[in-house]
């Protein structure tokens, strides 16, 4: 017997005899017979089987676990669908294309952040809503890396998930239901996302290199009032303020600056396009016992601002397996090693290309230098003067060892090692001020933050399984040691003696150490999980963990967690087995308690913390929080239910799941009154959060006729997210932030009634009648800003050598409009705007403009900002992204060469008035539409 | 090879069952110290109470910083004039357009409350503890009490009706209740006391960077002032005039700001040798238009002729015929090899003018001039013309108004507790409201303590 494996065109050399039976399989295809017939070149089509699929093994973290035979709710990418997408961060490759993950991004600017949320909303704390992310069997914290002082240009600190590049991943699985995350106890509570590196598969040496280069340019900017209403406006409020001459410094409308120019500021300063590229290259292969990957990638993108910003990414992969020639023993290894290098402006020129005048002077002058105006404006292009430099490297090394010592017993360990290095410093040159000032470098500061978190995980266990008459019964013990230490060190300069040494800290005349803190954290677990199977048609999976962690105080160390989930596969039933239309059926459920630790560490000491600032030489020290012994763990219950069904071959597929999570003893960090000193004390609250959901997924083979093959992918969420109770909710500090019954994620707000007409001021609804406006009681009505629906729908065609995928991504949802302070000072507002009340009678949307001085439309104007005038309709569609494929026809056998072109964000559709909908925050660069086009070159 | 795979596998099982409790416990991170450890010895404790002056001088209310009242309160009255962009936070102080919601204004409140927070903490840790000597104890307890009243009086005069927080108790500061401002004076008068009783008259920081004995006086002295003690003012005021081993007025303008000043009772030093006051650094400004703030015409306009307050305390910046003024008192904008100067929070030119308000309310006309004209003469001035109460008085509004501009809000402070808000700031003012003699409670305040509630009133 000898066997063969085909190259990437599918042509494959083999030695046989005449009388031979070639065996053809390829996974999710028939598996055909051909007999040889002493031909010497034989054509074989192999014809999808779509049931197959089924057979798909699945990993489920400690184990893994067949399609099919799944009890738990797993939602899974591959790399055929990573590769389509031009996109540097993990999370980004999920977008749309998961029932019940709702992925935002938070800012265009490359590096930055983005939002998850597994089945919505768990912890009222906001910060513990992540999931753990695990990569190849080593848990990767996703905690910020950033320092608020140095990645100032992300809305929020550095996240360390960009260090993990979209390009080395094999598969990437969301768990999701109790009955796949209890076996995660403690850290379940808001999903897993494990993620699997590629790995070398035996054959040939295949080496692959793909290079692709693109552009970027921003989504969507607001509408802003151009130079003729602008100055309407300005005018107006003049008059309406019954000032009768211009001030000194209203230079927009004083003379001083030219009124007949007219700049977008927001195409000036955020409209220029940014370079994508990407480089990467693999060498695979291996013998039948032992197999290799080593891959390399590199990828820079520079940004929309002007100026010589750029985002590096590079890294290197490594992947080796190997069995001993009696199979018994197994060792994979794998290593991940990720350099990113970024260079970029240390602000956002968001507010300014707002707020700026649109009459406000060029950026530069005639000679090319910046045109300050006789210092009648800060220049916003002196602003990218300030810097954020960042470097941050990243190892993820794992070692899995196993031993078979039976046939039915295994001994396993995963060996783990994270290490995490990153460097940022903001600089403020004085080169950001006038010249005129003559400020020299002894005023230029700098931050620097230098974060390191290094971990270690062991995980010995045992894995037992047996398959008789009774059925198939697999058992696996395992325990968990786990180490993280993580080291901060933030420091200051300031007074350089020139501009050109300002990263360098000795060159700075004061040094300040800002923070220095090493934080250890410990985490022990015992879990196992029981499975047993009966005849294919029935399944239990039970699983269970008991957990301790560092992050609580004595004595409250310890919790224990667990699952039960079964499966019926009923279309193996008899009655069934040989439908015609139902090739597929299973119920599923499962239901199981897990936990949530994401609550800092320490937090339950009484400490003083050194601060690191001076006073009479002295270095102070400060009460590090008000401290609370006593919290406990957090417990999430999960329940699931969920129909899967194939009909036709599975040729359509579908899966409705409907799920009830609720998460009680909430620990969180409560907020209290700043008369307590601070801001909140960490304590468990007696509240219960639900997220109920329904989530559907439909696969289709549409047409599939020769050359021509048609596939659909559709998933679509509602989800539902309530806070059940909360005992003394209406006298606790959450009173204004939650209501009973309603979305964690809602919007107190004023009700607006209109604009007055004789006073030309907001009216809002006097909810407690008391005659006046007045927070809180006035500020009652409740806006949900969850999305009431969301997902996508992906698309595969192919005709002969082309190949074309896309996805639309869609959601229903409302957020809040940009808010631009009270109209008719010197800052630009949106275009609506214009529309405003003059004088007495007129019956106008937007109220009197005021230079600022009037008081009352000032206060309005601030309701107005927090109230449901302010709410939109943000729903959209998509096109989220589109890969073209052509498959250049060689006659080289082990030769492929594709040319891709690949599109994100290209077209959205929605009414939401201010920017980009997909943003949940705003005054950020919107996310980039990016289109690029690229080569892969296998042989 | 089997074997050594058997016994390995044994270990790791092994491994994995011995379960310790002890594996999930961890030391203290390096920067921590347990709070009972802090109050063992003196030097951990001492670092406590530093780093209240320190958060005092770099947020919240006598910060130099914008947020700081020097610069709040000036744009807030008619002592300087907001430039630059409409959102900026000058512009709502100078447009008196504040807003319940802003964060200025939340982050002047919990920065005060946060420090409060920690000089009780030193307090309570200093209350049960015997570890340290009791000469340690008093001038620990002594510095902290005065710090706790320092700030509750700028609340107060700021916000109205507020909390006064003794102890460090969440549950019940979480939902303290407002308290009239006769009883805050109360308070502060008595926590003032026994801090004064408790501290040396001798400094215990060469630079003047710490509460003594006098410190708590002058403070004192202001404290009855505002609450038309002023008897007691006057008598406050007399033991820092007459402490003329320690103090005394600084003939030269130039001088009285800097390090050694002779004039000053209490300054914030720097936090590292070379740094200089954060109010240089935001007035001073060298070239035309300002980029921030610059002096208002009002003020500027106001000075008499020959006042040397003006040509030294003021600088002028021209260009073609347009002129601005920045407030001079402060020369240094940014480091110098050794710090020259310090923020001066409390100073003697004060307590002349205290006094000098105290005697002419109290009737002693010629106490009253005395006291003016010391500071009248320094400036180049004559003696004052004024010869009634009312006229006296008149002119050492006058007096304060020049001699104390842009110092932590005096203008505002004064104006405020003589009622005469609105008729010197309507007319030059153009949001100026009746109102806004107090600044809004924050908004989230509101809703994290019902009790705090109403708003003040206007917002």
């Not at chain 1, 590096?111 to 597994?118: H, L, Q, R, S, Y």
């Not at chain 1, 509408?223 to 309407?232: I, S």
């Not at chain 1, 079964?566 to 008899?574: C, D, G, I, T, V």
């Not at chain 1, 698309?795 to 949802?813: C, P, R, T």
């Amino acid at each position: 017997m000898t066997a063969a494996i085909s190259d990437y065109n599918g042509h494959f050399s083999i030695q046989a005899s005449a009388q031979d039976t070639l065996v053809v399989s390829y996974l999710g295809f028939k598996t055909v017979y051909v007999p040889v017939n002493s031909r010497t070149k034989i054509d074989i089509v192999l014809h999808y089987d779509t049931t197959t699929l089924q057979e798909v093994r699945i990993n489920a973290g400690y184990y893994t676990v067949k399609e099919s035979e799944r009890t738990g709710s797993i939602a899974r990418i591959t790399s055929k669908d990573i590769e389509t997408q031009p996109v540097t961060n993990v999370l980004a490759t999920m977008q749309g294309r998961m029932a019940g993950v709702n992925i935002i991004q938070t800012t265009g600017v490359p590096g930055g952040g983005f939002d998850i949320k597994i089945r919505g909303q768990n912890s009222l704390r906001t910060t513990a809503n992540n999931p753990l992310y695990i990569i190849d069997g080593v848990p990767f914290a996703s905690d910020p890396i950033g320092y608020s002082q140095t990645s100032t240009i992300y809305p929020s600190s550095t996240s360390p998930l960009n260090s993990i590049n979209p390009e080395t991943i094999e598969s990437i699985e969301v768990l999701k239901d109790a009955d796949a995350t209890s076996i995660y106890g403690s850290r379940g509570a808001n999903g897993v996302v494990l993620i699997t590196t590629k790995k070398g598969k035996s054959g040939r040496t295949k080496f692959t290199v793909s290079s692709s280069t693109g552009a970027g340019k921003a989504t969507k900017f607001m509408k802003l009032m151009d130079t003729e209403q602008y100055l309407a406006m300005r005018k107006q409020a003049f008059i309406n303020d019954g000032i009768p001459q211009y001030g000194t410094s209203d230079y927009d409308i004083n003379g001083t600056w030219n009124q007949n120019r007219n700049t977008d500021w927001q195409r000036e300063l955020m409209g220029g396009t940014s370079q994508l590229n990407d480089l990467q290259g693999s060498v695979s292969g291996g013998s039948e016992k032992t197999q290799f990957l080593i891959g390399g990638n590199y990828h820079q993108e520079s940004t929309v601002y002007s100026g010589d910003f750029k985002y590096k990414k590079g890294g290197l992969q490594f992947s080796l397996n190997h069995a001993s020639k009696d199979d018994r023993f197994h060792i994979n290894f794998s290593g991940v090693y990720n350099i990113q290098n970024s260079s970029l402006p240390a602000n956002e020129l968001t507010y300014a290309a707002q707020t700026l005048a649109p009459n406000a002077p060029s950026l530069y002058n005639s000679d090319g230098s910046l045109n300050w105006e006789n210092q009648t404006w800060q220049n916003p292009l002196a602003m990218l003067n300030a810097q954020f430099k960042a470097k941050t490297k990243d190892l993820v090394a794992n070692a899995v060892l196993s031993y078979k010592l039976m046939p039915e017993l295994t001994v396993k360990s995963n060996f783990g090692y994270t290490d995490l290095r990153t460097n940022e410093t903001r600089t403020t040159p004085s080169t950001i001020y006038d010249p005129i000032y003559n400020i020299s470098s002894s005023r230029s500061s700098m931050f620097s933050n230098i974060t390191g978190r290094s971990s270690w995980i062991v995980e010995p266990q045992l894995n037992w399984d047996k398959e008789a008459n009774f059925g198939k019964l697999g058992l696996l013990i395992g325990a968990t040691f786990q180490n993280q230490n993580s080291s901060a060190l933030y420091q200051s300069g300031t007074g350089f003696s020139s501009n050109s040494l300002i990263y360098n800290l000795a060159a700075a005349k004061t040094v300040s150490v800002l923070g220095d803190d090493e934080t250890v954290y410990r985490y022990q677990a015992f879990f196992a999980r029981l499975n047993y199977s009966y005849q294919q048609r029935y399944i239990i999976n039970l699983t269970a963990r008991r957990d301790g962690s560092s992050r609580f105080g004595p004595g409250r160390q310890f919790a224990s967690f667990g699952a039960a989930g079964f499966a019926w596969l009923f279309s193996n039933e008899k009655f069934l087995k040989n439908s015609t239309w139902l090739s597929f059926g299973k119920i599923r459920g499962s239901y199981g308690t897990t936990g949530n630790d994401q609550i800092g560490d320490y937090q339950y000491l009484n400490t003083y913390t050194t601060t690191g600032i001076n006073y009479n030489g002295t270095v102070g020290m400060q009460p590090s929080r008000l401290f609370n012994p006593d919290f406990s763990w957090e417990i999430n219950k999960k329940m699931e239910l969920a129909l899967e069904t194939g009909f036709f071959n599975d040729r359509i597929f579908t899966t409705v799941s409907w799920y009830s999570n609720r998460s009680s003893n909430q620990l969180v960090g409560i907020p209290l009154s700043g008369v307590t000193g601070f801001a909140s004390i960490q304590a468990n609250l007696n509240a219960e959060v639900e997220n109920s959901g329904l989530e559907l997924t439909l696969r289709s083979l549409n047409l599939k006729i020769k050359n021509v093959q048609w596939q659909t992918n559709f998933n679509l969420s509602f989800a539902k997210n309530r806070l059940v109770s909360f005992p003394g909710l209406e006298s606790s500090t959450y009173s204004q932030r939650y209501r009973i019954g309603q979305p964690l994620n809602i919007a107190l707000v004023y009700q607006l009634k209109g604009v007055n007409q004789q006073t030309g001021i907001y009216e809002f609804e006097d909810l407690n009648g008391d005659g006046k406006i007045s927070y809180p009681l006035d500020r009652q009505k409740t806006v949900n800003l969850n999305p009431k629906y969301y997902g996508g729908l992906q698309n595969q065609l192919s005709y002969k050598n082309w190949n074309l995928d896309f996805l639309f991504q869609f959601a229903k949802q409302q957020n809040r409009l940009v808010p631009m302070g009270a109209a008719g000072s010197m800052s630009n507002q949106p275009a609506r705007t214009a529309d405003a009340w003059l004088q007495a009678g007129d019956i106008k949307p937007y109220q009197v403009y005021t230079t600022g001085v009037n008081n009352v439309a000032v206060n309005a104007d601030s309701y107005f900002s927090e109230s449901d005038a302010l709410i939109s309709d943000s729903s959209f569609i998509r096109l989220k992204n589109i890969s073209l494929t052509y498959q250049l026809p060689l006659k080289f056998t082990e030769t492929s060469c594709k040319i891709v072109f690949q599109g994100q964000n290209l077209l959205t559709f929605t009414k939401f008035k201010d920017g980009d909908p997909e943003f949940s925050s705003y005054g950020f660069l919107p996310p980039l539409k990016v289109i690029t086009a690229g080569i892969l070159l296998t042989f | 090879m089997r074997l050594l795979n058997k016994q390995l596998s044994i270990l790791i099982v092994f491994l994995a069952f011995y379960a310790c409790d002890s594996f999930v416990e961890t030391n203290l991170p390096k920067s921590q110290l347990s709070s009972s450890s802090v109050f063992e010895n003196y030097e951990t404790a001492n670092a406590a109470l530093m780093n209240i002056y320190a958060k005092l001088r770099d947020t919240g209310i006598l910060t130099g910083t914008g947020n700081g009242l020097s610069n709040a309160l000036g744009n807030y009255t008619d002592e300087l004039t907001a430039y630059g962009t409409p959102t900026s936070t000058n512009m709502a102080f100078y447009n008196n357009a504040l807003l319940p919601g802003s964060t200025v204004i939340s982050s002047l409140w919990n920065a005060s409350y946060n420090q409060i927070y920690a000089a009780n903490a030193l307090i309570e840790g200093l209350d049960k503890n015997t570890w340290l000597t009791s000469d340690n104890k008093k001038q620990l307890l002594g510095e902290a009490l005065f710090l706790r009243a320092v700030v509750h009086f700028y609340l107060t005069n700021l916000f109205g009706d507020v909390p006064y927080i003794t102890a460090t108790d969440y549950k019940q500061n979480s939902t303290a209740t407002k308290i009239g401002r006769k009883v805050i004076y109360g308070s502060i008068i008595a926590d003032l006391e026994t801090a004064s009783a408790l501290l040396p008259v001798s400094y215990s920081s060469n630079a003047r960077g710490r509460a003594n004995k006098l410190v708590c006086r002058a403070l004192l002295s202001r404290v009855y002032l505002y609450n038309k003690s002023y008897a007691e003012a006057a008598n406050e005021a007399s033991a820092l005039i007459n402490s003329t081993n320690l103090y005394g007025l600084e003939s030269d303008l130039n001088n009285v700001f800097l390090i050694n000043s002779k004039e000053t009772i209490w300054q914030f030093e720097s936090a590292s040798a070379g740094q200089n006051t954060k109010e240089g650094s935001i007035f001073i400004f060298t070239a035309g238009p300002p980029a921030s703030v610059a002096v208002n015409t009002v003020l500027a306009s106001s000075f008499a002729a020959g006042d040397q307050r003006k040509s030294k305390w003021l600088k002028a910046i021209t260009k073609g015929t347009d002129i601005w003024y920045h407030p001079y008192k402060y020369k240094e904008q940014s480091n110098t090899s050794a710090s020259k100067e310090y923020s001066v929070v409390l100073r003697l030119a004060e307590q002349y003018l205290i006094r000098a308000e105290a005697r002419a309310a109290q009737g002693d006309l010629i106490g009253a001039k005395e006291d003016l004209n010391k500071i009248r003469l320094r400036s180049g001035l004559q003696n004052t013309q004024a010869a009634s109460k009312e006229q006296l008085l008149a002119a050492v509004q006058s007096e304060r108004r020049w001699e104390l501009f842009t110092e932590y809000g005096h203008r505002f402070f004064d104006l405020k507790r003589l009622d005469q808000l609105d008729a010197a700031l309507s007319s030059v003012k153009a949001g100026w409201n009746t109102e806004d003699s107090l600044f809004p409670i924050p908004q989230s305040e509101l809703g994290n303590n019902p009790k705090l509630l109403p708003q003040n009133p206007g917002y």
